[in-house]
């Protein structure tokens, strides 16, 4: 999970990575339902931060 997060977090065809994605990752891949909130409690631990900035081409 870790490196999926990483690859999508990096991945230069743009897109945000959001926890709704992650969940669905975790679903399909282990099978396992988890709310919205232990996700990003998940991504914390994992050591995963989640402030993201607004896109340079606002002007």
């Not at 999508?8 to 339902?33: C, P, W």
């Amino acid at each position: 999970m870790s490196q999926y997060t990483k690859d999508k977090a990096n991945d230069t065809q743009g897109g945000r990575l959001t926890g709704a994605d992650i969940q669905a990752y975790i679903v399909k891949e282990f099978g396992q339902h988890y709310h919205s909130d232990s996700i990003y409690y998940l991504l914390d631990h994992m050591g995963f931060s989640w402030i993201t900035f607004p896109p340079n081409n606002l002007n």
